[in-house]
C-alpha cells in the first residue's frame, strides 16, 4: 500500500480489515466487492460420512474465547476467531467474478 | 442351479469385505493438504497445532501434506492424495470443478465470515470512482491472487485499460 501513498501508483486493492487500517492514514476506498466468502477446509469427494461429519464438528467447535483453542486457531491467522458452516453455493459469487479468467489464470 | 449358488456366494464374500474396508479406510492417517501462502517452514508452522488438534479429536493420526502452489493443492484435493485441504476461495471452486471437493467449515474472521476487496487510492487522489481508474497506474498484491484481479474487472475497469499494473507479491493470496 505505500506504493500508492508514495504516488509511484494511482491506486491499488485490499482485503477490507487492511483498508479500514489505511484509511486511517491517508487512504482512500473508492469501490467495494460484494461480500465474498473466504478460506476455507475442503474434503474430497469420496472422504466417508462419518470422517466429514467428525471433522465439521471439530472445526466448529473451535473458539477463541477457550484459551485451549485460540493458540491452534492463531497459528494459522492472527486475524482468525473460529470457523463457521459454509455451503458450495455461498462461493457463487466467486465464481460469477472469475468467470472471465480461465483456469491458467490462477 | 450350481450358478446361482456360486453367485451369492461370491456376492456374500463382497459384501462380508465392505466394513473392513470401510474400517480400514477410518484407521489410516488423515492427509491434511494446503495452498502455500507462506514459505514450507512457515506454512508448516501455522498449521501444526490445528493438525495436531484435529488428531485429538478425531482419535486419529492427521499428517500435513503441503503443496508448492495452488495448482498442486488443487490436484490433491481433487484427485484424492489428501483427505481434505486449507484453500483459498478461488481454489476451492476450481476443486470443485475438478473433483466435485465438499466443503467443511470456512474461516471467520475477526468474527466475520466474509470479507470484501476494496480498490483504494490517495486521500487527496482526482479518482473519484473505478471509471476514473482508465489509464492510470494500479499495484495488485500476489500474481497468484486472481480474485484481486477479477475484482478490479468486476469493478468495470478492463486490466487493458489500466496504463499498467504491479504486483507487490505480498498481499494474502485471494
Given at each position: ?5 508514495n ?8 482485503k477490507?480489515?487492511k ?21 476455507n ?10 470422517t ?24 494459522l ?14 462461493y457463487?459469487v466467486?465464481?460469477k467474478?472469475?468467470?472471465p ?6 | ?14 459384501l462380508?469385505?465392505?466394513p ?6 477410518q ?38 501434506d ?13 484427485s ?5 485441504a ?20 470456512k ?13 483504494v ?8 470512482n ?34 499498467n ?9 485471494l
Amino acid at each position: 500500500m505505500r506504493a500508492v501513498l508514495n504516488k509511484e501508483y494511482d491506486a491499488g486493492i485490499l482485503k477490507d480489515t487492511k483498508a479500514y487500517k489505511w484509511e486511517k492514514r491517508g487512504i482512500r476506498i473508492v469501490y467495494s466487492t460484494p461480500q465474498l466468502p473466504p478460506y476455507n477446509i475442503a474434503a474430497r469427494k469420496m472422504l466417508d460420512s462419518e470422517t466429514v461429519t467428525q471433522l465439521k464438528k471439530a472445526f466448529l467447535k473451535l473458539d477463541s474465547s477457550n484459551p485451549k483453542h485460540k493458540p491452534v486457531i492463531q497459528a494459522l491467522s492472527s486475524k482468525y476467531s473460529g470457523f463457521q458452516a459454509v455451503t458450495n453455493k455461498d462461493y457463487d459469487v466467486v465464481r460469477k467474478l472469475t468467470l472471465p479468467f480461465t483456469k491458467s489464470d490462477n | 442351479m450350481f450358478e446361482s449358488a456360486k453367485i451369492v456366494t461370491i456376492l456374500g464374500l463382497v459384501l462380508s469385505l465392505i466394513p473392513f474396508s470401510v474400517a480400514s479406510e477410518q484407521k489410516k492417517a488423515l492427509r491434511f493438504g494446503s495452498v502455500a501462502m507462506d514459505i514450507p517452514a512457515v506454512m508448516h508452522k501455522r498449521l501444526t497445532p490445528l493438525t495436531t488438534y484435529l488428531s485429538k479429536e478425531l482419535n486419529r493420526e492427521v499428517v500435513l501434506d503441503l503443496s508448492p502452489n495452488m495448482k498442486d493443492a488443487i490436484k490433491k484435493v481433487s484427485s484424492g492424495e489428501v483427505d481434505f485441504a486449507y484453500l483459498t476461495p478461488v481454489a476451492y471452486i476450481r476443486s470443485h470443478e475438478a473433483g466435485n471437493t465438499q466443503l467443511i467449515a470456512k474461516t471467520v474472521t475477526q468474527n466475520k465470515g466474509s470479507f470484501q476487496l476494496m480498490i483504494v487510492v490517495r486521500e487527496d487522489s482526482d479518482i473519484k470512482n473505478p471509471s476514473d481508474l482508465f489509464g492510470r497506474s494500479f499495484a495488485f498484491g500476489d500474481k497468484a491472487a486472481l480474485l484481486q484481479r477479477a475484482a478490479v474487472l468486476g469493478a468495470g475497469v478492463p486490466l487493458e485499460k489500466l496504463a499498467n499494473m504491479t504486483f507487490s507479491g505480498i498481499t494474502t493470496i485471494l
